[in-house]
């Protein structure tokens, strides 16, 4: 009950496409979701997150839709370009417990 | 505000030996979490100190330990080094933002075991 399961696990989008990747979870206690971006070599960074209140919040390219009926929540990237390419992370935690529970990963390779 | 830094940022040992990692966290933060991260794998949760105390601990052997500063300042200690130990390590801090923590990366630090 405590995993976060996430898919695909690879994916490959033409450039100025729409990659999109899942995030789904049991837990209903969760309620932050963020996302987090990693190039290789580097720390994961702090991308984007969102309540369970909300439906859906954009920051720049960077769209998380959240369906907490379904329990599942996805991150869209818009206009993506090659600079996109990186390994995304969703991840879950509950009230004001400090640990993160992640899930396994997104290899996304946008093609020139 | 400075972000997370590791130190040292790349480390070869052999088989047997210990390593000590450091990691200084963004000011104000005072938890720090690790992590260690292998190729192709996610990232596996391996403690989490809280004003000098482990909150809670991964699934890891004994021979990975910890320890925060009373500037929050947190090193992890791995002793008899296996080759399976290679890996990039990857510190964590966060700060309580509304009701949740928000963790932010340091760069982390790779270990290669020889």
């Known amino acids: 009950q405590q995993q976060v399961k996430q898919s695909p696990q690879s994916l490959i989008v033409q450039k100025g496409g729409i990659p999109i990747i899942n995030c789904a979870y049991e837990n209903t206690a969760f309620d932050y979701f963020p996302w987090y971006q990693q190039f290789p070599g580097k720390g994961p960074a702090l991308l984007i997150a969102?309540?369970?209140d909300v439906s859906e919040k954009k920051e720049g390219r960077f769209t998380i839709s959240f369906n907490k009926s379904a329990k599942q929540f996805s991150l869209h990237i818009m206009d993506s370009q090659p600079g996109d390419s990186a390994t995304y992370f969703c991840?879950?935690?509950?009230?004001?417990?400090?640990?993160?529970?992640w899930g396994a990963g997104t290899k996304l390779i946008i093609k020139p | 505000k400075a972000g997370v830094t590791q130190t040292p940022r790349y480390l070869i040992k052999t088989r047997g030996q210990q390593v000590t990692l450091s990691c200084s966290p963004i000011s104000g933060h005072r938890s720090v979490s690790w992590y260690q991260q292998t190729p192709g794998q996610g990232l596996q949760f391996l403690f989490e100190?809280?004003?000098?105390?482990?909150?809670n601990k991964g699934n890891f052997p004994g021979r990975f330990s910890g320890r925060q500063f009373s500037n929050s300042r947190s090193e992890m200690n791995v002793s008899t080094l296996e080759l399976g130990d290679s890996a990039l390590y990857l510190c964590?801090?966060?700060?309580?933002?509304?009701?949740?923590?928000?963790?932010?990366f340091g760069p982390g630090t790779r270990l290669t075991v020889t």
């Open positions: 991840a879950a935690s509950m009230g004001s417990n400090y640990q993160l529970i």
């Open positions: 969102i309540r369970p």
């Open positions: 100190y809280f004003s000098e105390t482990q909150r």
């Open positions: 964590a801090s966060s700060a309580l933002q509304g009701a949740s923590y928000e963790q932010y």
